[in-house]
DNA sequence: CATTAAGCGAGACGGTACGTCTCGTCTTATC
DNA sequence: GATAAGACGAGACGTACCGTCTCGCTTAATG
């Protein structure tokens, strides 16, 4: 979330930059969101705190920064979720790979604090949804559109709902707690939401419906 | 969140505490959770501020005993979900009547303030659990339970689950873009968890798995 | 300095009183004046605030009142400076006596604590006088007077002046320093008070006055 | 009393500086050193607190520079006590301007509070001694050394003695009353100590001693 | 090839809120 | 009715950061 576009060729100190991330990064991690300071980021990563002030509108903004340096710095974009057919074991692989994601707290401790400051200031909001959300949201998509395609899931279906409903109990329970579902829940889920809550009450759903 | 049991004959000044929940509520309405301090708090309720520090240990305490008063004190905590017989019409009846809620700013940026309040502090967390999450799921489960005793459900149905599928995805967009989902959304929603993303595709589903 | 004149048979509790007073003169040896605290005086004598403001109207007036009790507890006020027929002895005993008193922490610190209040407190400076200083003064005037009688003084000097010129100077360099002057200090002192600044220079003197 | 020596070129804000000492000698004087806050003298100054803790250990040492700026802010230092080569009148001139000034509240009571602050931080008293004591007494015993040279005063006189006759009664008499004494005794002060207790007692004098 | 202007590390500044401490008053229960 | 206990409204304490603002210094581009 930069301050100016970084078109044309700004003089901006691209060694200041990746210190001050790094630094909002670990220092995230080691004291929480709340106690995440401007001073602080900038003592550690050795930087005068107006750098800080000059590139980014606030410490929620670095922090959504930093999180998509350490989480993108790599793929570029280009992931997938896994398709082997079997759409069930799938997703049930995916949403175990989350949860074992969110178990690690070098992701799962700043990533909670890129929540607060996402729940605090609706313009980094935003800027959230489309630089983290939007695209993974079109990689589950993509991935029950080839389950669709396959035959496997009605065509009128709605991919926005199903993706929520898949993803979004898991993030709500991570939310809440403090710590993710277990590998039987997310089993227990994904079986739920594939055959839905009547699914063995055709006669009595049939009869009252 | 009392700080001690309320046990026996405490000194407490029972008006004292009112005007701080109620001066907590109106003040995080008005200026959010990250501008609520302490002090504008004890300020406006017209109270020394160890007053507060006395019988509570953090803002979000406050905050949590603050909300929890405005929103039961009414009711003893003897409500229940409607219950035509009608699963379906009902479930959509009471998230229709939660998305209405959340577009409410006066609860909807209380409990927005207790949300960030609950990511960042776990020991409010477990309170919160306690004492507004679980009795919430409980009710949900509850008319779940009748629909089980109905036949509308099946008897082997994960409630826990099936709760989270209904509400999770609610609570989720909420969080995620301070907007609650529409009417249509919602009525998709229940309609896709009652009959399962498969439900309509049958023949390949027994076909590929 | 009693806030209520102690006449009549007043049902004040003389247990609370004396244990006021001695943990009021214990902790101003620990801790100092400026971090004496009512509060404090109060938990250490195992009383209630309330009983402490019930009967003195100020910490000072306490600390007058505890200090009289220490230094004049056995002494009913009946003490003499010593008369040996040797003014010039007598008095360097009497000063080299003072500044050993004011070498011992136990008296100094409170006596200290006792200055800071009244320099602080006009009527507590009031009380101060007519309680400690007159009487320690009109002891010091009966010896001087003494002297005037066995013509060792001139019947006209001003006798107020002549104690000011004996312990002013002592007084004033212990509050300035902490520390009270040496034994040689006080000798010389008596000297010069005695015999005058110009004592050896009569010719010069008479030359030019 | 600075934190830090003023050498080299610091960053310190010479305005921010005037204007806190100006509110300090302002406050000490409508309020008095025990109801003198620092926050008081953030506000009145216009400055931030931090600006008052950076610089200055304490509100005594705040003092003693804003006492120091208003009394030899003009004069550097140079100044000398008169000599008219009458020692005895100009002692009389020399103390009775003194007790002048000690009748104006202006400077009498920010001078009580110094003497306050003093007695209290015995750091704060080698600071004072150093910087407003030992400038003023070598002046006084310049002009008595003077009279030495002159052969008004014996050459073995020990003029710290001598300097504490004159002026310590004074300051005692100020001090434990609030009220400097009169142009009479400062008159009977000067003349006793030039001539000494025993001065019109020689014969007495000589025979008992 | 200066010159000049931006970015930079540093940190003082005017502020605000923190959580603690103590003040002096008030209330409650005990003796 | 005096007492021990302690909650209360009030507000200062000294600390920690905020976001802004100079300072010199370095560094790349432009004239």
Not at 183 to 199: F, H, K, P, Q
Request: charged residues 25%; proline residues 6%; without cysteine.
């Amino acid at each position: 979330m930069p301050a100016r576009p970084e078109t044309g060729h700004s003089r901006r100190n691209p060694a200041s930059r990746k210190a001050i991330l790094d630094a909002a990064f670990e220092l995230v991690a080691e004291v929480g969101y709340s106690k995440l300071g401007i001073e602080a980021i900038a003592a550690r990563a050795g930087v005068g705190k107006q750098t800080i002030y000059r590139w980014w509108p606030s410490k929620g903004a670095v922090l959504l920064d930093a999180y998509l340096a350490r989480t993108q710095g790599d793929a570029g974009g280009e992931a997938a979720l896994p398709d082997s057919g079997d759409l069930r074991a799938d997703l049930i692989a995916v949403l175990q790979a989350t949860v074992a994601e969110l178990r690690d707290p070098t992701f799962a401790v700043p990533l909670r604090a890129l929540t607060v400051a996402v729940l605090e200031d609706p313009e980094l909001a935003a800027e959230y949804e489309h630089r983290l959300d939007t695209p993974m949201r079109e990689m589950k998509k993509a991935r029950l559109r080839a389950a669709q395609n396959a035959g496997q899931l009605p065509d009128d279906l709605d991919l926005d709902v199903a993706v929520d409903l898949l993803f979004a109990p898991v993030a709500q329970k991570w939310s809440a707690t403090g710590e993710p579902p277990s590998d039987d829940y997310v089993r227990t889920l994904v079986e739920t939401v594939l055959d839905g809550l009547t699914r063995s009450a055709e006669g009595v759903r049939s009869a009252s419906m």
